[in-house]
């Protein structure tokens, strides 16, 4: 099993090619996000992290837009029929992904969590946890498309990655919890660990789909 390499789009290569700006779009929103949240721990909602949380809106519309422009390609012109289903559930699973981003760096705007300094090492952890998780997803659907061999490997490390950051997450609650903070200020942080952690979340979700899609594929 995951043995075969081959090219989905053998015939469609405008279509490859915007699948692949679809990944590239995670890995670019998963960067963006990261540099946000680092920036929000230092100087919450300033005009530098108004900007970066407007350019993950952009990275988030564009997404959107190449997602409707993929699933009219394949609709429309009937691409690849016999893995026409599986291809729309994958983009619409990776678009959501890239809406989860753009929700939490929303939320961390809308809201200004006060994050004490204390926490701040082990949040930018979780976030560092959850961005290469995300990444290796679009890593792993990237070589559905071209080379099952590599799906596994990058598979295996969403998998481990998103343990990770239910390790970190919980150590955050746990240290959030035992502290003196107000249990308002407490439940708000542990809501928005788990928002930051739910990115993961999906992206394990998108793995275990993707995995069943090469599954049929070497059946």
Not at 29 to 57: G, H, N, P, Q, T
Not at 143 to 170: C, G, I, P, Q
Not at 191 to 213: G, H, K, M, P, R
Request: a negative charge.
């Amino acid at each position: 099993m995951f043995h075969i390499k081959f090219s989905l789009f053998s015939h469609t290569k405008e279509l490859e090619g915007r699948i692949d700006e679809l990944h590239d779009k995670i890995i670019e929103i998963s960067m963006v996000f990261k540099k946000a949240v680092r920036l929000f721990l230092k100087e919450k909602r300033s005009k530098d992290y108004r900007k970066l949380s407007k350019e993950i809106k952009i990275i988030e519309h564009d997404a959107d837009v190449l997602r409707r422009d993929i699933e009219s390609r394949l609709y429309g012109q009937n691409l690849i029929p016999d893995f026409r289903g599986d291809v729309l559930e994958l983009v619409e699973n990776l678009d959501k992904v890239i809406n989860e981003f753009d929700e939490v760096a929303h939320q961390f705007y809308l809201e200004q969590p006060d994050v004490p300094d204390v926490y701040h090492d082990d949040l930018k952890e979780l976030v560092n946890q959850v961005c290469e998780c995300a990444e290796n997803l679009a890593f792993a659907s990237r070589a559905f498309f071209k080379d099952f061999t590599a799906v596994r490997n990058y598979s295996k490390k969403v998998y481990f990655l998103e343990h990770e950051t239910d390790k970190t997450t919980a150590k955050l609650i746990d240290a959030i919890f035992a502290s003196n903070l107000e249990l308002a200020h407490k439940l708000q942080l542990k809501t928005f660990l788990s928002e930051v952690a739910d990115i993961a979340d999906l992206a394990e979700n998108c793995v275990d789909q993707l995995l069943i899609y090469v599954i049929k594929r070497d059946i």
